[in-house]
């Protein structure tokens, strides 16, 4: 059984059909399995739901799918630094559903896990619950949300063997493990593709059982949103720079 | 004189306690990480993640797998820990969280927020407002008193709810109020310097009480 593909095309072969419904990890355009997306785009499916923290912005993420008007319906939880998906949005070409951050992270977890509803507390009292069942527990009142299960996921991870281990770099991590275990088919883009037995077995994030193709992207594309930075003073010098310790 | 916005954080940063772990949200609220007291251990929480950040990191050392819930370049520290979105949500829904600090557009005196839709106009989403809000141990609002010269401290809040009875204390440019939210409504506890407590009558339209150990 060979999970690794030579390319995101082949890797998504036979995956790929109209009208379903695609996870994909990532928080803003952090940990944002990029290629996968643009194969996805080259492959020209629509009609796509896509459950994801964001949409990208314009040209990058999933703004591409966007660009090209294949997405239906977006399951999201902040969508604002998209342009293209507010005028989509706006001309009721683009359907959006909103969930708590929170509700679409347990959402998926639970998808993953074969639990099938749970009660939060996160939007009682609020329009996110109605139309709901609100029931109380313990003095508390609580909504069901339903769990989630894509048709595919598509994640990023920074390492990964050629099992489908995978461990992740520091907040590249966010949607990324849950998403891997809630798609019917996970395939993971991965940074680093090593043997097994290369990743320390304590540091695995997401167990190989979760993912069933993979791609090597040695020269994965990364960007920032918010270039936020501190200007250096005396007191910061780099050791060795000079100055008094 | 109303408070401003750096002085409405460092009144907001009164609330932490050695120990904390923290949210905090977009705009005054993030001012609030430049006024911990020294020696004091205050983790700054991030939704997409992370468990305490860092300031932001030197020209040239910013790194894209690095940010924090706004998007902003962040740096690690030796505290720090990393997580999945589903463990982070564990953690403020689970009430493992002690304080957030949020901005709002209105507040109600039953504890009622809204801070995340405007009917008619573009809606981008909640975020992680509404699993904060109803998840954390304590929920701060830091606002401006008025928008456009209407009070945010309402009987009723008449946007869209992020959460229903979760605000404890609201901080305004004006004053501090404390929310009782088994239904004892608001009670103004301090004044801004020179700010009187007709100032405070005149711009809200939610009722209150005053604290007798009213403080300015």
Redesign the interface.
């Known amino acids: 059984m060979n999970k690794v593909h030579a390319d995101a095309k082949s890797a998504l072969a036979g995956l790929l059909k109209d009208g379903m419904t695609i996870m994909a990890g990532g928080f803003g355009l952090c940990g944002i399995p990029e290629t996968l997306i643009h194969a996805i785009r080259d492959a020209g499916v629509k009609n796509l739901t896509v459950v994801s923290n964001n949409a990208g912005v314009d040209g990058k993420g999933l703004g591409v799918l966007l660009d090209t008007k294949q997405v239906k319906k977006m399951i999201s939880s902040y969508v604002g630094e998209n342009k293209t998906f507010m005028q989509q949005y706006l001309a009721k070409e683009l359907e959006i559903e909103f969930n708590p951050q929170g509700t679409l992270a347990e959402r998926i977890r639970a998808g993953g896990a074969g639990i099938p509803a749970f009660f939060t507390k996160t939007g009682v009292g609020t329009m996110i619950a109605e139309g709901k069942d609100v029931r109380e527990f313990d003095g508390n009142r609580y909504v069901m949300e339903r769990g989630i299960v894509a048709d595919l996921s598509i994640v990023h991870a920074y390492i990964g063997d050629t099992e489908g281990n995978l461990a992740y770099r520091k907040t590249a991590r966010n949607f990324n493990p849950v998403m891997a275990t809630a798609g019917k088919v996970t395939v993971a883009e991965v940074e680093h593709l090593v043997r097994p037995g290369e990743i320390d077995p304590d540091h695995i994030i997401t167990p190989g059982v979760f993912v069933q193709r993979m791609i090597h992207v040695p020269n994965a594309a990364k960007y920032i949103e918010q270039r936020t930075v501190r200007k250096r003073t005396a007191a910061d010098a780099p050791a060795g720079a000079g100055g008094d310790v | 004189m109303a408070w401003t916005r750096d002085q409405m954080a460092e009144r907001a940063a009164k609330e932490l306690k050695d120990g904390f772990y923290v949210n905090l949200g977009i705009g005054i609220p993030t001012l609030v990480s430049n006024y911990i007291p020294n020696g004091m251990s205050v983790q700054l929480q ?5 468990l305490g950040f860092g ?20 740096t ?1 520290l030796p505290t720090t820990s ?5 463990d ?2 564990a953690m ?2 689970g009430g493992h969280i002690d304080l957030a600090i949020l901005g709002a557009m209105q507040v109600a005196e039953n504890g ?1 927020i809204a801070n995340w839709m405007i009917p008619g106009k ?10 904060l809000v ?2 954390v141990k304590k929920v701060v609002v830091v606002m401006e008193h008025s928008a456009k010269g209407e009070s945010k401290l309402l009987a009723k809040c008449n946007l ?6 979760v605000v404890d204390m609201v901080i305004t440019d004006l004053g501090v109020f404390t929310v009782d939210k088994t239904g004892g409504g608001l009670t103004l506890i301090e004044l801004a310097p020179e700010v009187t407590l007709d100032d405070i009558k005149k711009n809200t339209q939610a009722s209150f009480k005053v604290a007798n150990t009213l403080t300015q």
């Open positions: 991030s939704e997409n993640g992370m300031p932001f990191p030197f020209e040239g050392e910013e790194d894209p797998d690095l940010i924090n819930a706004g998007k902003q370049t962040v690690e990393y997580f999945n979105s589903a982070s949500f403020i829904r009622d573009l809606v981008k989403g909640m975020g992680g407002a509404m699993d109803g998840g869209p709810l992020t959460g229903a009875g």
